[in-house]
């Protein structure tokens, strides 16, 4: 196998539809990788107990099993990452995903060069985590977990505790969506998840600081009805460009 | 169950007649009834026994008395005995056994009078005793047997009449579309029937009258309480009806149906206690069976089939926005997935024309995708299956996913977008606002030359957030903006039709509307662009509050 964060690694992509699974493998064997399918559930789970898997490519709909329990399943006994593919997903579904520990999701229909970005991102955020860095750098602005500073082209940002601690939130994983809920029990504690507007006032208060143009934000991005995530804009711009 | 009730006192001809020319159209309804009431009054005046009988036989044998007497004076007459034959069969044919039996008593005393010698004598000759005798005996078997024929035949025209009544009826019935065309039907009916009041009770006991066709009724006091008892009671004397008697008369109160509440009771007046009334009592209470049959039938039926309609409409919807949603977008993910996997495979961007192409099919079923979301969206807003779920949001987040959703389309387009400094948090669903402002800045893109700018302008106003959409595109003439206001909203116009803001712009201002805001199109005119204002609530009661 080869390193971590490159091309070459294994993707096992779980769908009933041949149609979606013939596209998903010619688009990310373009992209480098090695994979294999399954069409149902139980071929998934033995497929990622006997070989080494480094992503997930899962579909909700399955015909043996709900995808949210075999993602369920899955979360069991693994970290591999796993990205959903649904059809029409509501902002609660996928708030539940990821709360079930879905790394990301992407609705069908979807572009291939969309979920190879995706797959990219969820794959490099997984080796990171393993090198366990003290500092996360996207584009221009740094992040120093060790010295808990924030840095912009250099400069040192002044940010206020609870500015710091949502940013740490959302950079231990980045690229990854935090949803709404997680983001205020983890900034606010339990009894502030439903009061979204702290994340507003402070969401914006962060971008005035580390975003060129607070209203057109780069780094620290909107889901809509689920949460923020933090992307890297130098490699997701590559991502989007096609 | 909701049935329109008229209860209609049909009191002797002259009141049916009135109510009748109110039910019924007027030409027609006249006729008939006075047609049916001459029916009536010459049946009546014919029966055995009638008054009019006896005083025509004594005319009748006054009449034949004088004519013979006048014969006699000119020329001689043979014995005249069987002549009296004559107005006794008339008599009984036209009036009865009685009729016949008062002419032959009367044509037996003035012909011992005045045709047997010695004349305008009575004596007791033992010849001429004899001959009254079998002249009595024979006027009587004849008057007896020729009145029997009249009654058969009587008999006869009174059931060929009651026949083609029921039939009217069960016509009228099996016709019936509406409860208040069987209560009509049965009103009409038994008023035929008894001649006499019809009352009918709603399922509470009230009467529902129309006041002009009722005038001033007084409903007889053991009536209401038998109506009180029959609502309460079940078994057989709901089947059988009650008999009430009420100043000399008898009513019969009874369910209109036996099985259904809902059709309330009917108070039928029977006129005075005879013999004849168990079997109109039979009668009446068969015809108010039939008449709650059909309302049944009815209720049941336009219950079923309303009930049927419905869960077939819903199945067809949910069929509908199913297939559409799995079975179009199935394959069209498969279609939109694989054409952008060619469009990055070396050997198709190496190659400008294979490119394009792969582009084309990239394109064509995105905007197909765009079409399949827009109907089920509309679907989704006509039956009201829209779930809002309203937060606390910067419009910036919807404006900027709204312009990355539509980026491909605004390719091309110098976008322009200005929006507020300072935080703006508005009470939305920003989903729905991010697919709203998408359809917007879709028509934008749709609608004006590709080289063309677009401006997105955000800011406070007014107590309200106004986004406002400039194109530099077809613009609005007035036929347009009269559309927009008229039809738009309701969704009846198309896309094809005119310049887009079909569906797309009825679905924006329902999600608009869902975020308790409003939209509105102006335009210059037509070529001129056209500017779309959406306006939301900022809500300054309603400040959340701050923090540090």
Redesign the interface.
């Known amino acids: 196998m080869t390193e971590t964060g490159q091309p070459g690694q294994h993707v096992l992509v779980i769908d009933d539809?041949a149609?979606?699974r013939?596209?998903?493998r010619?688009?990310m064997e373009?992209?480098g990788y090695r994979v294999s399918e399954a069409a149902n559930g139980a071929d998934a789970l033995r497929e990622i107990t006997l070989h080494p898997v480094d992503l997930v490519i899962l579909d909700l709909a399955l015909p043996d099993i709900d995808g949210s329990e075999l993602l369920e399943r899955i979360r069991a006994w693994t970290g591999v990452p796993v990205i959903i593919l649904s059809?029409?997903a509501g902002?609660a579904e996928k708030v539940k995903l990821l709360e079930l520990g879905a790394d990301d999701y992407v609705v069908?229909?979807?572009?291939?060069?969309e979920l190879?970005a995706r797959a990219k991102v969820v794959l490099r955020r997984q080796s990171e985590r393993k090198d366990g860095e003290s500092a996360l750098r996207l584009d221009r602005l740094v992040i120093d977990f060790a010295s808990r500073s924030v840095a912009l082209d250099g400069k040192r940002l002044n940010l206020?505790p609870?500015e710091y601690r949502l940013l740490q939130v959302l950079a231990q994983h980045p690229g990854k969506v935090i949803t709404h809920q997680n983001l205020l029990k983890s900034v606010w504690g339990q009894a502030h998840v439903n009061?979204?507007?702290?994340l507003?006032?402070?969401?914006?208060k962060l971008r005035q600081k580390i975003e060129a143009d607070?209203?057109?934000?780069r780094v620290l991005l909107?889901e809509?009805?689920v949460g923020y995530r933090l992307t890297d804009p130098s490699t997701r711009e590559v991502a989007r460009a096609? | 169950m909701s049935l329109e009730r008229s209860a209609l006192p049909l009191q002797g001809m002259e009141d049916r007649a009135r109510a009748t020319r109110d039910l019924e159209p007027p030409l027609f309804a006249s006729a008939k009834t006075y047609f049916d009431a001459a029916r009536i009054g010459v049946r009546k005046a014919m029966a055995p026994g009638g008054v009019i009988g006896i005083v025509m036989a004594l005319v009748l044998v006054v009449v034949t008395d004088a004519s013979l007497l006048m014969m006699r004076s000119i020329q001689e007459l043979p014995p005249v005995a069987l002549t009296f034959l004559i107005p006794i069969i008339f008599a009984a044919i036209r009036w009865g056994a009685l009729s016949a039996a008062v002419t032959a008593i009367g044509g037996a005393v003035t012909l011992t009078s005045f045709f047997y010698s010695p004349f305008y004598t009575v004596s007791a000759e033992r010849s001429r005793v004899l001959g009254v005798v079998f002249f009595l005996v024979v006027s009587l078997v004849s008057g007896y047997l020729a009145s029997r024929t009249r009654r058969d035949a009587a008999r006869a025209l009174e059931r060929e009449i009651e026949i083609r009544d029921l039939y009217t009826f069960s016509q009228r019935l099996s016709a019936a579309h509406s409860p208040a065309a069987i209560f009509e039907a049965m009103q009409q009916h038994l008023g035929t029937l008894v001649g006499r009041k019809v009352l009918l009770f709603d399922s509470l006991g009230t009467l529902e009258a129309k006041s002009e066709r009722l005038g001033d009724v007084e409903i007889p006091r053991a009536v209401s309480e038998a109506v009180g008892k029959m609502q309460q009671t079940t078994g057989g004397d709901r089947s059988k009806g009650l008999v009430v008697n009420e100043r000399g008369s008898a009513w019969l109160v009874r369910p209109v149906s036996v099985n259904a509440a809902d059709f309330g009771v009917i108070a039928v007046d029977l006129g005075r206690r005879s013999e004849s009334l168990e079997d109109l009592r039979a009668r009446v209470v068969a015809l108010i069976s039939d008449a709650g049959l059909s309302l049944e039938r009815l209720g049941l039926a336009r219950t079923i089939a309303e009930a049927r309609t419905r869960a077939e409409t819903e199945q067809f919807r949910e069929a509908l926005i199913g297939s559409v949603?799995?079975e179009l977008?199935?394959?069209?993910?498969?279609?939109?997935?694989?054409s952008?996997?060619l469009?990055?495979?070396p050997e198709v961007t190496g190659n400008a024309r294979l490119k394009n192409l792969a582009a084309l099919i990239?394109q064509e079923?995105e905007r197909l995708?765009v079409e399949i979301q827009n109907i089920?969206d509309a679907s989704r807003i006509s039956s009201n299956g829209l779930q809002v779920?309203l937060?606390?949001?910067?419009p910036?987040?919807?404006v900027?996913?709204a312009l990355q959703r539509c980026r491909n389309r605004l390719a091309t387009r110098k976008v322009e977008?200005t929006?507020p400094?300072e935080?703006v948090?508005l009470r939305i669903?920003?989903?729905l606002m991010?697919r709203a402002l998408g359809q917007i800045l879709d028509n934008a893109a749709k609608y004006s030359p590709p080289d063309s700018a677009i401006n997105v302008r955000g800011r406070q106003e007014d107590g309200q957030f106004a986004i406002a959409v400039t194109d530099e595109g077809a613009g609005l003439d007035p036929d347009d903006r009269a559309l927009l206001g008229q039809k738009f909203f309701r969704g009846s116009r198309h896309s094809s039709v005119t310049s887009g803001l079909g569906l797309g712009f009825w679905i924006a201002s329902a999600f608009i509307a869902a975020n308790n805001g409003t939209i509105e199109a102006t335009s210059e005119g037509a070529n001129k662009g056209t500017t779309v204002t959406i306006r939301l609530p900022l809500a300054m009661n309603d400040k959340?509050?701050?923090?540090?």
Do not use: C
């Open positions: 539809e149609q979606i013939q596209f998903v010619a688009g373009l992209g059809v029409r902002e069908k229909p979807f572009f291939m060069s190879l206020t609870k009061n979204t507007q702290y507003r006032i402070f969401v914006r607070p209203n057109r934000p909107t809509l009805g096609e | 949603s799995h977008r199935t394959p069209l993910s498969s279609i939109l997935g694989a952008t996997v469009s990055l495979a990239h079923s995708n089920l779920k937060e606390w949001a910067e910036a987040d919807f900027n996913a977008v929006l400094d935080l948090l669903d920003s989903v991010e959340p509050e701050g923090l540090t």
